[in-house]
């Protein structure tokens, strides 16, 4: 589904991403493991196409299609979910508004019809209820003085509504308590699915505990250095990022 | 980033929707200002003495006046005699009687502004007074009005027909010695709407008047006043547009409200003369004093505009709180693109025990506009136990535009309370990137954003209008990103 070939990418002439191999089927986990500053959350700005990044080669197709030559939002139509590590507040527009404003371009974009205001209400109310999101959610500012939690779970939510072919989560599980943790973690496993595939980036392997991947990276230094199965999360956890001879700051602060 | 910003940019330049230009003959005066074409217009419309009397009294006193400079604002100086001072549509009688004797190429003018005048049509439960340059040219729901006791017709027809409610109150809110527009005003106010509420009446309808500039050469002063009797209640509503022509055009008007004792009036304007072209070409020079007095107890004023139009704005509705427990609002959105420069904000002065305001205003500055609030909150010696709240908010699009807030505080009584509060932001990369990566066009997500960040003043505005008003402001914003 996902295919990336030789992808550099840098910010502010400053390369971050040197040179990533990856392949991704339909159906497939993958978890991205990393100390800050790997290029984790690089990787996912470029491929949701941030544009304050800038790919400088490689290629990345989504289908067999070139996804680096769509702006963001064709991205989003062709199915690609960026769930945010720091969602962003939108004051004044209703969390509910931007949901069907964006679950309607979907539908445009797919030649279907557009949801009216009561169908999509009584949708989200469905969907938000999975997330443990109480429905008074979604009439307040999208993302407005939510706390950390919530506004992850929003994400979530949006990931459930949008449905899409493949979902990328960036440090979700960064800041939850262990029952959100849970919670967020039950939203992702109800969009498993065999027809989508999911990207998780994480530094730390509690989530995969939650969520079971198929594969896991090793980030460093803008390459992945190495790929193995869900074992390789686990031996990583116990020996620490210093086992494959990458300093991690955070482990080094400790 | 720079990409986003060009996308911005692209969003804000789309073409003004209402700049045709109606082919119709029109009776023009040639331009210049001196008594004789006072005393010219006043015959025109067949004025009774006094009312020439009282504009040959503030034209002199205008003659003394100099033209305010204090404004966040610049424009090239203009030449008064340069303008010309009436212009209206030729008629083969005097005044239409009815509907259909108005000239078809007017009627569809303002279908094509969508602002139909027959009755029956969209607008089935707002009157309209149609102005058209410097002539009323049809009023609807006349009698439905008449019969609950309203009076709503044009300032011209009211002077003949109901002359002592318009010496009663003409210029005692706003007198001509005011200040420089406010007198130029006085002396050659052309047309406006005058609105009578009886004691105990609420007005069965919305009322509103549609302000059209379609002459060349032609300054619009038009001159508008509504009397709330005691106990009435009565909504307004003003909409404005205008030719695109390279010149620049004068607009200077004057609103007067008086609300009596327990009376209400709630005032919106949705403001969208011709803003210039996108190199700052032309549009109008909208200088305009607005003001209202809550002169009974417990009366009530609100304020609610949206301006999105006018090369220049210069415009501060007011309140003065002269009724005990008189409540007085101010909601506005204005926004401004390209070369657009706004100064506009309100006055709240107490006077009475208990009085009370609110001030929301929201400013959108984008391309390289300049946008700022001034208000001025008094608080007089007699207003015990006055209070005041304002919020003043600025939205920046781009980083070419610019935002100025000038807000003016003055206590001359302890116990009165006042809060200020005020925040500038901006539409960020970050939000733009949110709703792009969920799908949404880049351009739905500007108006989106801008219209969250104006949401508590649409909430203000009846109901008709605040749709209207919302898409109006995705069309001034487009190409706005920059």
Known sequence: MLSIKNLHASVEDKEILKGINLEIKAGEVHAIMGPNGSGKSTLSQVLAGNEAFEVTSGEVTLNGENLLDLETEERAREGIFLAFQYPVEIPGVSNLQFLRTAVNAMRQHRGEEEMNAAEFMKLAREVSKQVDLDPSFLKRGVNEGFSGGEKKRNEILQALLLQPKLAILDETDSGLDIDALKVVSDGVNALRSEDRAILMVTHYQRLLNHIVPDYVHVLAGGRIIKSGGRELALELEEKGYGWLGIKDEEEASN | ?482
């Open chain 2, 1 to 482: 980033m720079a990409t986003t910003d060009q996308e911005v940019n692209e969003l804000i330049k789309r073409e003004y929707e209402h700049g045709f230009v109606t082919d119709i003959e029109s009776d023009t005066f040639e331009p210049g200002l001196n008594e004789d074409v006072i005393a010219r217009l006043s015959g025109l419309k067949k004025e009774p003495e006094w009312m020439l009397k009282w504009r040959l009294k503030a034209y002199h006193r205008w003659l003394e006046m100099d033209e305010p400079d204090w404004a966040h604002v610049g424009y090239p100086k203009i030449d008064y005699n340069a303008i010309s001072y009436y212009s209206a549509p030729k008629r083969k009688e005097d005044m239409p009687q009815s509907l259909d004797e108005v000239d078809p190429e007017l009627l569809k003018t303002y279908e094509k502004l969508g602002i139909p005048l027959h009755e029956r049509e969209k607008l089935a439960g707002v009157a309209v007074d149609a102005v058209f340059d410097s002539v009323s040219v049809a009023t609807t729901f006349k009698e439905p009005l008449a019969k609950a006791g309203v009076i709503f017709c044009s300032i011209s027809e009211a002077i003949r027909d109901y002359p002592e409610l318009v010496q009663k109150y003409l210029g005692t809110v706003v007198p001509h010695s005011d200040n420089f527009f406010a007198g130029l005003n006085s002396a050659v106010f052309s047309d406006g709407t005058f609105v009578y509420v009886p004691k105990g009446v609420r007005c069965p309808m919305e009322l509103s008047t549609y302000f059209r500039i379609n002459a060349a050469n032609t300054g619009q002063f038009e001159r508008t006043l509504i009397i709330a009797d005691e106990g009435s209640y009565v909504s307004y509503l003003e909409g404005c547009t205008a030719p695109m022509r390279d010149e620049n055009q004068l607009h200077a008007a004057v609103v007067e409200l008086v609300a009596l004792d327990d009376a209400q009036i709630k005032y919106s304007t949705v403001q969208n003369w011709y803003p210039g072209d996108e190199e700052g070409k032309g549009g109008i020079f909208n200088f305009v004093t607005k003001r209202g007095a809550c002169q009974g107890k417990n009366s009530k004023i609100s304020w609610t505009q949206v301006e999105t139009g006018s090369a220049v704005t210069w415009k501060y509705p007011s309140c003065i709180l002269k009724g005990d427990n008189s409540v007085g609002e101010f909601y506005s959105v204005a926004l401004t693109n390209n070369f657009q420069q706004a100064d506009t904000g309100t006055k709240m002065i107490h006077l009475g025990k208990n009085t009370s305001s609110t001030i929301i205003s929201k400013g959108i500055s984008a391309g390289r506009s300049s946008n700022a609030y001034r208000g001025l909150v008094k608080f007089q010696p007699g207003a015990e136990g006055a209070r005041n709240f304002t919020q003043c908010d600025s939205l920046l699009i781009g980083d070419r535009c610019g935002a100025h807030t000038f807000p003016y505080i003055e206590s001359k009584n302890k116990s009165a309370i006042v809060e200020h509060e005020a925040t500038t932001s901006k539409v960020s990369d970050e939000q733009m990137f949110l709703c792009r990566q969920r799908g949404i066009d880049p351009e739905q997500a500007v108006s989106m954003i801008v219209n969250g960040f104006c949401k508590e003043v649409f909430k203000e505005l009846p109901m008709e209008f605040a749709v209207e008003a919302g898409k109006l402001l995705e069309v001034s914003l487009e190409g706005s990103v920059g």
